[in-house]
């Protein structure tokens, strides 16, 4: 599987302007590899080229990256030196020393290893290698789509234990509830979390991005839950707003209907041939119909795969085309700051005929 | 507290040739603000000018970065836009348009960000904010302390728990034990993992980033044990090699007293004045002396603080001086290719007169 993926990079390679593409751990490294590593200040690069392959890496390391990915030239720099001349060897050795060397770099790299290429390769026209990596990356295999379906199931497993807890919890806290979240994910056969779980109760519910803190939830206060595992190293993303007890304000319950009903719209529009920004367009207006436009400040959704954001973005006048394969969430919200949030979200994959939706626990507020 | 730092930072921008320094999500956004957030596909960057702080983020995480920084100066951009626009505005106020700019950006910035900078500031000359802000955070204050003690001690509660379990152990896979390391960190007080847990049994231990698999861990064979738990944001990093049950082989045994060994020695080495490569020559000179050099391939040790590996290095050569209140592991190892890993690690913090343990579990192999 990761020699194909390879040779289809070095594919596109050879069609395209570029010399090599240049990556470091991360989400295109592990597509393109299988090998999997948290970024650190040693260097690690995997440099493709349309006919060569060669990872350099930390000596200390090298067992590791024998042992788990398809690829046999690996250079090694040592603990005890920098990594500058074995990394100008490599690159000599690879056809890169040149004054008109093209080379792509990983969207992730960090600036340190960026600054580190820049000394190696002076001379070289250095751009990012997204656009390379986003056309092999967003229609997704079976094996991926395996993976995407579990996390998927996990993740909505959790979410029905935690609604089955309803009144339970009010009165715990926010970061108690996203404790509990961890452990059901965990429970459910979650190897790791997505990110970090979003527990937003009432006025922190109107921060997209809050993740959670010491407030404790009330009864008939609505409480937003993003969450989601990785299985495989695939990753879940849904959201749900819920009232465990008590109930809401009929602020909210208006609310909450909209975005329902915008989310509905935003799922019915999908199937193969449709722009991303169709998609957007048809959770938006539902929402702008209603009065709601300013409070709905993000994209309807983004792309999901071995990153939890990446292409396709179902942002407003994307015309990039959906084609069956590709996997995103579909997440309208609206943000009431001060009072409330609502975001409802699914992942769908794109089908021959329209779409499948990975999430499928009720969309409504209520527990019971 | 956050002020001061910000106006520490301020104070060297001003000392310095460049015009100021640039952050995106990550350890030093951190330490400067309060405010933490994983990078994301959004741009988000803290400008920091000997004159002013602004922030430039998406407006998603307004209302969040306002809560959580003493920083009111917060420039926002629309998800139905690109950051370019808004960017070069608060670029033109903050006076860094100029054709002789330099800026200083964060080490850790993903180069999708660097060059969205290189595209507003095609004229500036860019360098590392590296240096600068490892001046500022090599020497931990009070409230530090007091984090990364917790959190050493949350992780040595967890590994006194696990020898506990001793021969029980036997059997398990090292994924199994790694997720008992989770939940024994978590009850310990972990907020989070420092990052994912080592568990390398027998031959996996020769693997110094070996993370941990389906091995099952059988008697008498060395297992290490490299783990540690964030609590108040700062992480907790120590190591043990131990056996679980049965008699390991007698070049085990060697092989750990000479790594333990090694270990005192650099610790005894610490002190005020004493240079991070005298405490790396300190320990390898022991373990050169037993004939296992070759065998010793990575650096003594690195600091720690919110970031997991930061400044100073304890490698071969660095004549960085210790000062009080710097904080790093010591960490020597021997890895034999096939056959087991012995590592010892402890995090300490240098004293007016020579350094503390914030570790200070048992350092044998034997688990009774």
Redesign the interface.
């Known amino acids: 599987m990761h020699a194909d993926r390879l040779a289809a990079c070095q594919q596109r390679l050879a069609d395209s302007p570029a010399d090599a593409a240049v990556f470091a751990p991360g989400a295109n490294l592990t597509y393109l590899t299988g090998f999997e590593?948290?970024?650190?200040?040693r260097a690690l690069f995997l440099f493709v080229t349309s006919d060569a392959v060669e990872f350099f890496v930390p000596?200390?390391?090298e067992?590791?990256v024998a042992a788990s990915t398809p690829i046999d030239q690996i250079r090694t720099w040592?603990?005890?030196e920098t990594p500058h001349k074995p990394l100008s060897a490599l690159c000599a050795d690879l056809g890169l020393a040149g004054d008109d060397t093209r080379l792509l770099?990983?969207?992730?790299?960090?600036?340190?290893f960026?600054?580190l290429l820049r000394d190696v390769f002076p001379q070289a026209t250095v751009?990012?290698a997204?656009e390379l990596m986003a056309e092999l990356r967003i229609r997704k295999g079976d094996t991926e789509l395996a993976a995407l379906r579990r996390a998927a199931a996990a993740a909505d497993t959790a979410m029905m234990r935690l609604r089955d807890r309803g009144d339970d919890l009010v009165g715990l806290t926010e970061s108690a509830v996203a404790?509990r979240i961890e452990t059901e994910l965990?429970d459910a056969g979650g190897e790791?979390l997505s990110?970090?779980p979003i527990v937003a109760a009432g006025p922190h519910g109107?921060?997209?991005?809050?993740t959670h803190g010491d407030r404790e939830i009330r009864a008939g206060e609505p409480v937003v839950l993003d969450f989601g595992c990785r299985i495989d190293g695939y990753p879940s993303d849904q959201t749900r707003t819920v009232v465990f007890g008590g109930e809401p304000s009929a602020r909210f319950t208006q609310g909450h209907e909209i975005v329902r009903r915008a989310q509905r719209a935003a799922i019915e529009r999908v199937e193969p041939g449709v722009t991303a920004g169709d998609v957007d367009e048809a959770a938006r207006s539902v929402i702008e119909q209603a009065g709601y436009g300013e409070q709905f400040?993000?994209?309807t959704g983004h792309g999901v795969g071995l990153a939890v954001?990446e292409e396709p973005e179902i942002?407003?006048?994307n015309n990039r085309r959906l084609e069956p394969g590709m996997v995103f969430s579909v997440e309208p919200g609206v943000?009431c700051?001060g009072e409330f949030g609502v975001r409802i979200e699914d992942l769908v994959v794109v089908t021959e005929t329209g779409c499948e939706r990975l999430n499928t626990t009720p969309r409504g507020w209520q527990c019971e």
């Open positions: 590593t948290e970024a650190s200040e000596e200390l390391v067992e590791q040592r603990d005890d770099i990983d969207e992730t790299m960090w600036a340190r960026t600054h751009g990012l997204t404790t965990a790791s990110f970090e109107a921060r997209p991005h809050h400040m993000h994209r954001h942002s407003a006048g943000y700051s």
